[in-house]
Protein backbone atom coordinates (compact mmCIF):
# COMPACT_ATOMS: atom_id res chain seq x y z
CA UNK A 1 0.00 0.00 0.00
CA UNK A 2 1.51 3.35 -1.28
CA UNK A 3 1.20 6.90 0.55
CA UNK A 4 1.05 9.70 -1.92
CA UNK A 5 3.32 12.32 -0.46
CA UNK A 6 2.72 16.09 0.78
CA UNK A 7 4.28 17.20 -2.12
CA UNK A 8 2.27 15.25 -4.91
CA UNK A 9 -1.03 16.78 -3.74
CA UNK A 10 -0.76 20.36 -1.50
CA UNK A 11 -1.27 23.59 -2.96
CA UNK A 12 -0.67 25.62 -0.32
CA UNK A 13 2.46 23.69 1.40
CA UNK A 14 3.57 24.84 4.66
CA UNK A 15 3.13 28.42 4.91
CA UNK A 16 4.46 28.81 8.27
CA UNK A 17 7.45 27.10 10.44
CA UNK A 18 6.19 23.98 11.54
CA UNK A 19 7.91 22.02 14.97
CA UNK A 20 9.39 18.72 14.74
CA UNK A 21 7.82 15.48 15.64
CA UNK A 22 8.61 13.62 18.69
CA UNK A 23 9.36 9.99 18.20
CA UNK A 24 7.74 7.61 19.23
CA UNK A 25 4.22 9.07 19.45
CA UNK A 26 2.16 7.56 22.65
CA UNK A 27 -1.18 7.56 20.44
CA UNK A 28 -2.81 7.80 16.62
CA UNK A 29 -6.08 10.34 17.27
CA UNK A 30 -8.85 9.94 14.86
CA UNK A 31 -10.58 12.82 13.14
CA UNK A 32 -13.23 13.32 10.19
CA UNK A 33 -13.09 16.28 7.81
CA UNK A 34 -16.81 17.32 7.81
CA UNK A 35 -16.54 17.47 3.82
CA UNK A 36 -17.66 15.95 1.15
CA UNK A 37 -15.91 13.29 -0.66
CA UNK A 38 -15.59 12.83 -4.44
CA UNK A 39 -14.04 10.30 -6.77
CA UNK A 40 -10.57 12.35 -6.75
CA UNK A 41 -8.47 11.48 -3.52
CA UNK A 42 -5.85 14.90 -4.13
CA UNK A 43 -8.57 16.89 -4.79
CA UNK A 44 -10.15 16.18 -1.85
CA UNK A 45 -7.47 16.24 0.38
CA UNK A 46 -6.70 19.67 -1.03
CA UNK A 47 -10.18 20.96 0.25
CA UNK A 48 -9.25 19.85 3.65
CA UNK A 49 -5.76 22.03 3.26
CA UNK A 50 -7.64 25.20 2.31
CA UNK A 51 -10.41 24.61 5.26
CA UNK A 52 -7.47 25.23 7.29
CA UNK A 53 -5.59 27.64 5.19
CA UNK A 54 -8.41 30.12 5.71
CA UNK A 55 -8.18 29.57 9.43
CA UNK A 56 -4.61 29.92 9.58
CA UNK A 57 -5.06 33.34 11.50
CA UNK A 58 -7.43 32.30 13.86
CA UNK A 59 -6.43 28.72 15.03
CA UNK A 60 -2.84 29.18 13.84
CA UNK A 61 -2.16 26.19 11.76
CA UNK A 62 0.83 26.34 10.06
CA UNK A 63 0.24 23.76 7.66
CA UNK A 64 -2.55 21.28 6.93
CA UNK A 65 -3.64 20.35 10.70
CA UNK A 66 -3.27 16.50 10.48
CA UNK A 67 -0.20 13.90 9.53
CA UNK A 68 -2.16 12.00 7.84
CA UNK A 69 -5.77 11.63 5.46
CA UNK A 70 -7.43 8.41 4.28
CA UNK A 71 -9.88 8.84 1.42
CA UNK A 72 -12.80 6.84 1.00
CA UNK A 73 -11.46 4.73 -1.80
CA UNK A 74 -8.70 3.86 0.42
CA UNK A 75 -6.33 6.09 -0.83
CA UNK A 76 -3.49 7.79 2.02
CA UNK A 77 -2.38 10.87 1.66
CA UNK A 78 0.54 12.42 3.60
CA UNK A 79 -0.08 15.77 5.72
CA UNK A 80 2.81 16.59 8.66
CA UNK A 81 3.61 13.17 8.14
CA UNK A 82 6.23 11.74 10.75
CA UNK A 83 8.22 15.05 9.69
CA UNK A 84 6.01 17.56 12.00
CA UNK A 85 4.61 18.10 14.95
CA UNK A 86 0.74 17.60 14.39
CA UNK A 87 -1.54 20.88 15.26
CA UNK A 88 -5.12 18.91 15.28
CA UNK A 89 -4.78 17.03 18.51
CA UNK A 90 -4.79 20.31 21.42
CA UNK A 91 -6.30 19.02 24.89
CA UNK A 92 -8.98 20.46 26.50
CA UNK A 93 -10.18 17.71 29.01
CA UNK A 94 -6.88 16.88 30.46
CA UNK A 95 -4.60 14.00 30.54
CA UNK A 96 -1.00 13.17 29.12
CA UNK A 97 -1.90 13.29 24.99
CA UNK A 98 -1.98 16.25 23.35
CA UNK A 99 -0.37 17.75 20.22
CA UNK A 100 3.61 17.04 21.49
CA UNK A 101 3.27 13.28 21.81
CA UNK A 102 0.58 11.95 19.36
CA UNK A 103 -0.26 12.11 15.60
CA UNK A 104 -3.23 12.71 13.45
CA UNK A 105 -5.29 10.66 11.09
CA UNK A 106 -8.31 12.69 9.38
CA UNK A 107 -10.85 10.27 7.42
CA UNK A 108 -11.93 12.30 4.67
CA UNK A 109 -15.65 12.91 4.59
CA UNK A 110 -18.23 13.61 7.16
CA UNK A 111 -19.04 10.41 9.52
CA UNK A 112 -21.90 12.09 11.07
CA UNK A 113 -23.78 10.61 8.10
CA UNK A 114 -21.80 7.36 6.81
CA UNK A 115 -19.57 5.02 7.64
CA UNK A 116 -16.45 4.08 6.95
CA UNK A 117 -15.79 2.34 3.83
CA UNK A 118 -13.74 -0.94 3.98
CA UNK A 119 -11.10 0.51 2.14
CA UNK A 120 -10.67 2.87 4.71
CA UNK A 121 -10.39 0.34 7.29
CA UNK A 122 -7.74 -1.25 5.87
CA UNK A 123 -5.78 1.50 4.67
CA UNK A 124 -6.28 2.42 8.17
CA UNK A 125 -4.75 -0.63 10.00
CA UNK A 126 -1.68 -0.49 7.21
CA UNK A 127 -0.50 2.83 8.56
CA UNK A 128 -0.90 1.96 11.90
CA UNK A 129 1.40 -1.37 11.80
CA UNK A 130 3.29 0.84 9.28
CA UNK A 131 4.09 3.57 11.85
CA UNK A 132 4.67 1.17 14.67
CA UNK A 133 7.84 -0.92 12.05
CA UNK A 134 9.10 2.56 11.51
CA UNK A 135 9.28 3.91 14.96
CA UNK A 136 6.96 6.62 14.60
CA UNK A 137 4.31 5.85 16.85
CA UNK A 138 5.19 3.57 19.68
CA UNK A 139 2.07 1.08 19.55
CA UNK A 140 -0.32 0.75 16.68
CA UNK A 141 -3.51 -0.44 18.60
CA UNK A 142 -3.10 3.04 21.03
CA UNK A 143 -5.62 5.17 19.06
CA UNK A 144 -8.16 7.06 20.58
CA UNK A 145 -10.86 9.32 19.26
CA UNK A 146 -10.70 13.41 19.16
CA UNK A 147 -13.71 13.53 21.29
CA UNK A 148 -11.61 11.80 24.21
CA UNK A 149 -9.17 15.61 23.91
CA UNK A 150 -11.83 17.90 23.72
CA UNK A 151 -15.35 18.63 23.45
CA UNK A 152 -16.03 17.73 20.24
CA UNK A 153 -18.10 15.20 18.54
CA UNK A 154 -15.63 14.34 15.89
CA UNK A 155 -14.70 12.03 14.66
CA UNK A 156 -18.93 11.05 14.56
CA UNK A 157 -19.14 7.48 13.70
CA UNK A 158 -15.56 7.14 12.12
CA UNK A 159 -14.20 6.02 15.34
CA UNK A 160 -17.05 3.78 16.12
CA UNK A 161 -17.02 1.87 12.56
CA UNK A 162 -13.00 1.63 12.28
CA UNK A 163 -13.76 -2.20 14.16
CA UNK A 164 -10.54 -4.09 15.91
CA UNK A 165 -6.76 -3.88 14.75
CA UNK A 166 -5.50 -5.38 12.01
CA UNK A 167 -2.91 -8.09 12.12
CA UNK A 168 1.18 -7.77 12.67
CA UNK A 169 2.49 -9.56 9.87
CA UNK A 170 1.44 -9.07 6.22
CA UNK A 171 -2.11 -8.01 7.03
CA UNK A 172 -3.89 -6.54 4.66
CA UNK A 173 -2.11 -7.23 1.30
CA UNK A 174 -3.38 -8.69 -1.40
CA UNK A 175 -3.12 -12.32 -0.64
CA UNK A 176 -4.22 -11.87 3.12
CA UNK A 177 -7.65 -11.36 2.59
CA UNK A 178 -9.52 -10.61 5.67
CA UNK A 179 -12.92 -12.58 6.21
CA UNK A 180 -15.36 -12.68 9.02
CA UNK A 181 -16.02 -16.34 10.53
CA UNK A 182 -19.51 -16.77 12.58
CA UNK A 183 -20.70 -19.49 14.37
CA UNK A 184 -24.00 -20.16 13.47
CA UNK A 185 -24.99 -21.95 16.97
CA UNK A 186 -23.08 -19.13 19.67
CA UNK A 187 -23.39 -15.89 17.33
CA UNK A 188 -19.70 -15.31 18.24
CA UNK A 189 -17.93 -14.03 15.49
CA UNK A 190 -13.72 -13.62 13.96
CA UNK A 191 -12.30 -11.94 11.58
CA UNK A 192 -9.45 -13.67 10.32
CA UNK A 193 -6.62 -13.00 7.97
CA UNK A 194 -4.08 -15.43 6.45
CA UNK A 195 -3.19 -17.53 9.67
CA UNK A 196 -4.68 -15.52 12.52
CA UNK A 197 -8.07 -14.08 13.95
CA UNK A 198 -9.18 -11.81 16.17
CA UNK A 199 -12.10 -12.09 18.39
CA UNK A 200 -14.98 -9.70 17.39
CA UNK A 201 -16.78 -8.10 20.94
CA UNK A 202 -19.73 -5.76 19.58
CA UNK A 203 -21.04 -8.56 16.19
CA UNK A 204 -24.05 -6.18 15.42
CA UNK A 205 -21.87 -3.19 15.07
CA UNK A 206 -18.96 -5.15 12.84
CA UNK A 207 -21.66 -6.08 10.82
CA UNK A 208 -23.30 -3.44 10.26
CA UNK A 209 -20.34 -1.67 8.38
CA UNK A 210 -18.29 -5.15 7.01
CA UNK A 211 -18.30 -5.66 3.28
CA UNK A 212 -15.88 -8.28 3.11
CA UNK A 213 -16.58 -12.27 2.96
CA UNK A 214 -18.62 -13.86 5.44
CA UNK A 215 -18.31 -17.18 6.55
CA UNK A 216 -20.60 -18.91 8.44
CA UNK A 217 -20.83 -22.55 10.44
CA UNK A 218 -21.72 -24.41 13.13
CA UNK A 219 -18.99 -24.64 16.39
CA UNK A 220 -17.27 -21.87 14.11
CA UNK A 221 -14.52 -21.63 17.01
CA UNK A 222 -13.03 -25.34 17.11
CA UNK A 223 -13.05 -24.42 13.36
CA UNK A 224 -11.08 -21.26 14.00
CA UNK A 225 -8.52 -23.35 16.61
CA UNK A 226 -8.30 -25.71 14.72
CA UNK A 227 -7.01 -23.29 11.78
CA UNK A 228 -5.93 -20.27 13.40
CA UNK A 229 -4.03 -18.42 16.02
CA UNK A 230 -5.89 -16.76 18.08
CA UNK A 231 -4.38 -12.60 18.49
Given at each position: ?????????????RW??T?????????????????????????????????????R??????M??????I??????????G?????????????G???????V??????????????????????????????????????????????????????A?????????N??????????????D????????????????????????????????????????????????
Amino acid sequence: MNIVPFGDWTRRGRWWPTRALSKPAAAIVIHHSVTTPTSSPRADARKVEEVIYQRRWKSRFSMVAYNWMIHPDGTILEGRGPTYRNGANNNTRGGAISNHNSVSVCFIGDYRTTLLTEAQRRAFWWLAQDLERNGTVANSNSVMPHSALSKTTCPAEAYSSLGPPMFNGDAGEEDEEMVTCIDKLSGEAWVCSGTKARKINDVGQWMSTWEGPVRRANNMKFVIDDLYEIV
